[in-house]
């Protein structure tokens, strides 16, 4: 007669009820983690019901209950790996995954900002993110505008408040440029390509790295101050009134260069560039 070994039923119902769910699961379009989450607690209900059955059908009168050490082994496994999927779905982990995974690579404009400048500011500090451009304007008015790229994220509606913040402390205005939200599982390359069009009126501080400045030297009637740049491209210096100092220009023989266009009534400073072009 053969022995009954508490954990042979348990094992055999777990893989017949796991299996059965998972088949739905792909003709009723249910979510798998959400179902393998479900079942797990089962796998606790079914072996506590088998040692019930156990004890009560055995003919001792004190039965010492026998396990299948395989099975309940292999039971364990499985309700270890639930356990860790409830753990990453109770923490947002399996979310963030999940989104990860699912995402498709997107590339979008993001709406166009602009910020009226009033009278009161004298000095504007921009802080650019990378794949910042600098460009001039003489509307009186910061303007912003570009795209979004995302390999990893679904995210098509960018709201202004996740691609710049704008701080106006006295008379200086601080313009924050922000990075694009990226995912923490794997390779992504999540990032905005943004253009910043600044009154050339005001006094300018650029306090970190640019990818390109495209300057009309002609609308700049200010101070202004570059701290690195990767390309500068100056156009319509015949009528600038701007006396132009740049520091280690990398592709050029003389590093330091010293410019004047008209009068050079203003400065235009540059710590450090890639490449310098002047038109």
């Known amino acids: 007669m053969r022995k009954w070994r508490v954990g042979s039923i348990s094992m055999g119902s777990a893989l017949v009820l796991l299996g059965f769910i998972i088949m739905l699961s ?8 959400t179902i393998l989450l479900a079942w797990f607690p089962l796998i606790l209900v079914i072996l506590g019901i088998e040692i019930i059955l156990y004890v009560f059908f055995a003919k001792q009168e004190q039965p010492v209950v026998k396990y299948d050490i395989l099975s309940i082994i292999f039971i364990t496994c499985l309700g270890g790996i639930a356990l860790i999927l409830f753990i990453g779905a109770s923490s947002g982990v399996l979310d963030k995954i999940r989104s990860t995974v699912e995402a498709e690579e997107v590339e979008t404009t993001f709406p166009t900002i602009e910020k009226n400048v ?22 009186g008015d910061v303007h912003l505008f570009g795209t979004y790229h995302s390999n990893t994220m679904d995210k098509k509606d960018i709201k202004p408040e996740e691609i ?3 701080h106006q402390i006295g008379n200086t205005l601080y313009i924050e440029m922000l990075e694009a939200p990226t995912s923490r599982f794997g390779y992504d390359d999540s990032q905005y390509t943004a253009t910043v069009s600044i009154p050339g009126d005001i006094d300018t501080e ?9 300057l009309d030297l002609a609308t700049i009637t200010s101070d202004w101050s570059l701290t690195e ?19 280690n220009v990398w592709q050029e ?4 260069q010293t410019k004047t266009f008209g009068k050079g009534t203003y400065l235009f400073e540059v710590e450090a560039s890639n490449q310098l072009q002047t038109k």
């Open 26 to 33: 792909q003709f009723l379009d249910w979510d798998s983690a």
């Open 118 to 139: 009033d009278d009161k500011v004298e000095k504007i500090v921009l802080q650019p993110a990378p794949g910042t451009t600098l460009e001039t304007n003489n509307t």
């Open 164 to 166: 710049v913040s704008f």
């Open 206 to 214: 650029v306090r970190s790295w640019l990818s390109e400045a495209h």
């Open 229 to 247: 740049v990767d390309q500068i491209y100056l156009t319509n210096t015949d009528k600038a009134d701007v006396q132009l100092h740049v520091e």
């Open 253 to 256: 023989e003389v590093s330091d």
